[in-house]
Every structure is written in structure tokens, then in C-alpha cells.
């Protein structure tokens, strides 16, 4: 099991840039990936940007080119740019990975971080 806790999300204007963290803690070794996503208003989650234990990262095509994902030892962060009203939702930590000695994968989220971009 894997708790993460984001931070970052906020009121952004647009253009501007954001830069969200999540900090993994708890069998944080057995994480095979970690990626945001996010949710708006009425829609369906879905994936901004994933990142693998190997380092070989994923985007989502809204938003290829104006962000970047990176992993830090147990911190993964998401910072983008060029932001757009559209870009507003509720971003979301996600943790996978499979413990080998429990023999059972596992997929965590985090709480969740409000990002509302708007003049």
C-alpha cells in the first residue's frame, strides 16, 4: 500500500504555469508507476501524464508540449504551461506497482488537488 499527498493547484491565470507535487510513502519500492490524472467538471477522469519506474514517460496529447513529468526518488511532480480554461479539474495522484512477496498488484490515488484557471 502506497499513501501519496499532493501539493501545488491553486488559481492560475491563463498562460500562466503550475507545478504540482505528490509525495509517495509506504512500500514506495514496489511502485512500477506513477502519473496524474485529472477530472473536470461532468467528465470522465483521465490521464495527463504517467511516469515508469525506468523513467520513460507518457502524455496525454491535450497537453504534449506544455508539460513535463518527473520523478524525484519518492516525489513525482507535473509542472505545465501555457495554461488554458480548459485545463481546470481536480488533479490526481496515481501510484501502481505490484509486491512481489504478496504476489498482488495495487493502484493508489491520491486526494486530489483543485486547479481552476480563469481571469
Known amino acids: 500500500q502506497v499513501q501519496l499527498v499532493e501539493s501545488g493547484g491553486g488559481l492560475v491565470q491563463p498562460g500562466g504555469s503550475l507545478r504540482l507535487s505528490c509525495a509517495a510513502s509506504?512500500?514506495?519500492?514496489?511502485?512500477?508507476?506513477m502519473g496524474w490524472y485529472r477530472q473536470a467538471p461532468g467528465k470522465q477522469r483521465e490521464l495527463v501524464a504517467i511516469?515508469?519506474?525506468?523513467?520513460s514517460t507518457s502524455y496525454a496529447g491535450s497537453v504534449k508540449g506544455r508539460g513535463t513529468i518527473s520523478r524525484d526518488k519518492n516525489t513525482v511532480s507535473l509542472e505545465m504551461g501555457s495554461l488554458k480554461p480548459e485545463d481546470t479539474a481536480v488533479y490526481y495522484c496515481?501510484?501502481?506497482?505490484?509486491?512481489?512477496?504478496?504476489?498482488?498488484?495495487?493502484?493508489?490515488w491520491g486526494q486530489g488537488t483543485l486547479v481552476t484557471v480563469s481571469s
Open positions: 509506504g512500500t514506495v519500492s514496489a511502485i512500477n508507476a
Open positions: 511516469i515508469t519506474s525506468t523513467g
Open positions: 496515481n501510484a501502481a506497482g505490484y509486491v512481489t512477496a504478496q504476489r498482488r498488484s495495487f493502484e493508489n
